[in-house]
């Protein structure tokens, strides 16, 4: 099973995408995470999207085109994937039908996690998220146990840098105008599955299991 999940910063893809792979045990790709370690080990790739991610803006398509490639290259990846934040732009998505068709795999659904803007803001300025195995939380809908402490492995939590309110803002405007066309895009491909992301996070996995337990 082959998947993109499409959503505005903060609809829940990642929390969903953590769900995903408990229950169905196909791997994440997070381009966010992808760039966010290449960040932390300060390597030259980290260095440049630094600039890009803490403006709010996307890091170049060559770029993030370049390490998905690599990632869907790998073993783990033969028994399907879940793109997370990626594609964000119709030059990813026409990069990524190429990749695909040259490895004889295609899409099988595009789950579109869906969340009005106000709710978004307030979503993103509580989030935390481990440093070390990356499993979000929220400072009131989905708590750690102990404070600032990761329930999975106990790694100290953190506040992203991209996360502040003009940042948010700012992801907000680039969904708009680079990632939402996608919608279409892909609805013309009849792959779009429509999920209402203000539920809870329980039910929104209800949602997506229904979906993916249909596709078989
Ligand atoms: P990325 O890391 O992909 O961030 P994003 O798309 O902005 O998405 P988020 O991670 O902010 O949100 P999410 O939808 O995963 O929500 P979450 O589950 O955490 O990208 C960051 C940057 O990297 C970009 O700005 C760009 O610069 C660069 N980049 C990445 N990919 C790129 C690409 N393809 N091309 C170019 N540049 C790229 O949930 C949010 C919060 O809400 C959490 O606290 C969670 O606990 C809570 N929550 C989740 N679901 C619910 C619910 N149902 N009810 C209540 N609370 C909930
Ligand atoms: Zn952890």
């Known amino acids: ?13 990642g929390t969903q995408a953590e769900r995903i792979v408990a229950k169905y045990g196909i791997p994440q790709i997070s381009t966010g995470d992808m760039l966010r370690e290449a960040v932390a080990k300060g390597t030259e790739l980290g260095k440049k999207a630094k600039e890009y991610m803490d403006r709010g803006e996307l890091v170049p398509d060559e770029v993030v085109i370049g390490i998905v490639k690599e990632r869907i290259a790998q073993p783990d990846c033969e028994k399907g994937f879940i793109l997370d934040g990626f594609p964000r732009t119709i030059n990813q998505a026409e990069a990524l039908d190429k990749m695909l068709e040259e490895m004889g795999k295609k899409i099988d659904a595009v789950i579109n996690v869906s969340v009005p ?3 978004i803001i307030k979503r993103i300025v509580n989030r935390r998220t481990c440093k070390n195995c990356k499993a979000v939380y929220h400072l009131i809908y989905n708590p750690p146990k102990e404070e600032g402490k990761c329930d999975k492995c106990g790694g100290e939590l953190y506040q992203r840098d991209d996360d502040k309110e003009e940042t948010v803002k700012e992801r907000l405007k680039v969904y708009k105008s680079q990632t939402e066309p996608l919608i279409e895009y892909y609805s013309k491909k009849g792959l779009v599955y429509n999920v209402d992301g203000t539920k809870s996070i329980d039910e929104v996995f209800k949602q997506i299991e229904e979906i ?5």
């Open 1 to 13: 099973m082959n998947l993109i999940l499409l959503g505005a910063p903060g609809a829940g893809k």
């Open 117 to 119: 803007e106000d709710e």
């Open 212 to 216: 993916l337990d249909k596709l078989g």
